[in-house]
């Protein structure tokens, strides 16, 4: 009896969207390299869904030492006029990239997709790049992460309904406009919030009742007071939903306190419970009263909570270390499990 052989190449026999799926999950550059397999490989390429465009695309080849304009003309504008089918995530985050007329124009393409769900744009360098009116466009967006960007949106602008990812590191933004673009966000799950050029006001709006995992990163010109302010108005907005914390302290020391920051009023609120909180991260933890205040806050309102990692600042010796922890420990908890870690960096 003679055993029917089956074919070496089983993977092009494969359904396309099977085959686009594997794509998405390969580094975009090994991704592209099968394009030389066949004709038939070379139209999945031209349909990837997800456009990665960072610097680990040109490592190796000869565009590594070019300028960034030259890997915007030469490589990421070939790849979206040769694309023809629907693209679901888009990224442009490489080293060095300002503000230039070629990222609106990348934006402009993109408008026109009335499919994309995924957007990040990181500039890295330079001035803030002022966001085209196309990009608010993009209405089926679900995740958004923006760095050292404008957003000035148009009048018109409703917000983006379906996002449920937002992440903005140093953009500029009015605080009114913020409320308002919040305030139209009904499904944010994950929020990520670094504000430069911005204070984050004292109130959100109280629409943001899916909100469960908060990051707030640290800089060395951010006001500690103003990053605990953050933590304090979107815990309390959020307390029935929100399930992990990140804050990452500035490394600077804590300065004046802004007039009309009054932490009192979150402090000894009596109605505020965290139900589903389990985790809080805090790195850069100094030995300041306002810092131990919102930790003992945290654990006393989470019935919750499992885990409350604190890596301390370098400046932190051991003994106050221990005193910190030897006062929290002390502290009346919500969760008879809530474990309580500090670690050094």
């Known amino acids: 009896m003679e055993v029917e052989r089956l074919p070496l190449d089983r993977i092009s026999s494969l359904p ?17 390299r099968t394009s030389v397999l066949s004709q038939s490989w070379r139209d999945h390429c031209l349909n990837i869904p997800k456009l990665t465009f960072d610097d680990a695309l040109f490592q190796g080849s000869s565009y590594k030492t070019v300028s960034i304009k030259c890997k915007l003309l030469h490589v990421v504008y070939p790849i979206l006029l040769l694309h023809q089918g629907a693209i679901l995530e888009f990224s442009l985050s490489l080293f060095g990239l300002e503000s230039c007329r070629e990222i609106d124009q990348i934006i402009l393409h993109l408008s026109r997709n009335a499919t994309l769900k995924e957007f990040t744009l990181r500039v890295g360098s330079g001035d803030e790049h002022k966001l085209l009116s196309a990009f608010f466009k993009l209405q089926q967006l679900t995740v958004l992460k923006l760095e050292n960007c404008a957003f000035q949106p148009p009048v018109s602008f409703k917000g983006f309904s379906r996002l449920v990812t937002l992440s903005i590191d140093s953009v500029s933004i009015n605080v009114e406009v913020f409320l308002r673009f919040l305030s139209n966000c009904p499904l944010l799950k994950h929020l990520t919030l670094f504000f430069a050029r911005s204070v984050m006001p004292e109130k959100l709006p109280a629409f943001l009742v899916h909100l469960k995992h908060l990051r707030i990163p640290g800089r060395y010109s951010f006001e500690r007071e103003i990053a605990l302010l ?16 990140l804050m990452e302290m500035p490394h600077c020391p804590g300065k004046a306190m802004p007039a009309g920051i009054d932490f009192d009023k979150y402090q000894n609120h009596p109605c505020i419970i965290l139900h589903r909180l389990r985790v809080i991260t805090i790195t850069n933890f100094l030995n300041i009263k306002k810092e131990m205040d919102f930790v003992k806050f945290i654990v006393a309102r989470s019935p919750m909570l499992k885990e409350v990692h604190i890596v301390v600042n370098k400046r932190v010796d051991i003994h106050d270390e221990v005193k910190m922890l ?6 009346p908890r919500a969760s008879v499990r809530a474990e309580i870690r500090f670690e050094r960096p």
């Open 16 to 32: 396309p969207n099977i085959i686009q799926h594997i794509l998405t999950l390969m580094p975009m550059r090994d991704a592209f």
């Open 230 to 245: 953050c933590a304090y108005v979107l815990v309390t907005i959020n307390s029935s939903t929100m399930e992990t914390i």
């Open 326 to 331: 030897k006062e929290l420990l002390r502290y």
